[in-house]
T-cell receptor, first 113, second 111 residues
């Protein structure tokens, strides 16, 4: 099936630093989603992107839908300890009969106070 | 409160002993799915259901069964668990569209 490649796999940063992560695919996606998974919890949707070139913010988070439709980026500004978790990109494959989502491998973020 | 619940949250079992993980949602969603999460692989879909009595395979269905007799419930059944099914399992529901709501997860260990 379609695959989403996320990078970096993990990041260890100082509180207050900005964070950037990205997700790429070999095929086109019409929707890009960014989820965050807190330790011991299920993923929670952060941002949804529906149009190529779209730039959407949610507080300190900003995500962009790449114009090629094959990539997406998530930025976190001024990181804080509660940003710790795993961030996943996801998107529905083309023939999405069953409301499926394809997920990237995740970026594990660790923030040092 | 709108939510997806899973039980049990943690389970340790032995190879070959049948088990069921329950999933329930109170949002009247038509779509429900099961995923497994393994390190570095993200979440992979096992089975999904578009409505009552309508289920289909996801990316990694081998060794699993599901049923959807009621809209709110979508149990995951492992008839003969094996160690390679040790994983973290998530149930999710959706009203359609890309947004899915996830349960808290079930950590399964098969010895």
């Amino acid at each position: 099936g379609q695959q989403l490649n996320q990078s970096p796999q993990s990041m260890f940063i100082q509180e207050g630093e900005d964070v950037s992560m990205n997700c790429t695919s070999s095929s086109i996606f019409n929707t890009w989603l960014w989820y965050k998974q807190d330790p011991g919890e299920g993923p929670v949707l952060l941002i949804a992107l529906y149009k190529a070139g779209e730039l959407t913010s949610n507080g300190r988070l900003t995500a962009q839908f790449g114009i090629t439709r094959k990539d997406s980026f998530l930025n976190i500004s001024a990181s804080i300890p509660s940003d710790v978790g795993i961030y996943f990109c996801a998107g529905p494959p083309h023939n999405n009969a069953g409301n499926m989502l394809t997920f990237g491998g995740g970026t594990r973020l660790m923030v040092k106070p | 409160e709108a939510q997806v619940t899973q039980n049990p949250r943690y389970l340790i079992t032995v190879t070959g002993k049948k088990l069921t993980v329950t999933c329930s949602q109170n949002m009247n969603h038509e779509y429900m799915s099961w995923y497994r999460q393994d390190p570095g692989l993200g979440l992979r879909q096992i089975y999904y259901s578009m409505n009552v009595e309508v289920t289909d395979k996801g990316d990694v269905p081998e060794g699993y069964k599901v049923s959807r007799k009621e809209k709110r419930n979508f149990p995951l059944i492992l008839e003969s668990p094996s160690p390679n099914q040790t994983s973290l399992y998530f149930c999710a529901s959706s009203a359609g569209g890309a947004r899915q709501y996830f349960g808290p997860g079930t950590r399964l260990t098969v010895l």
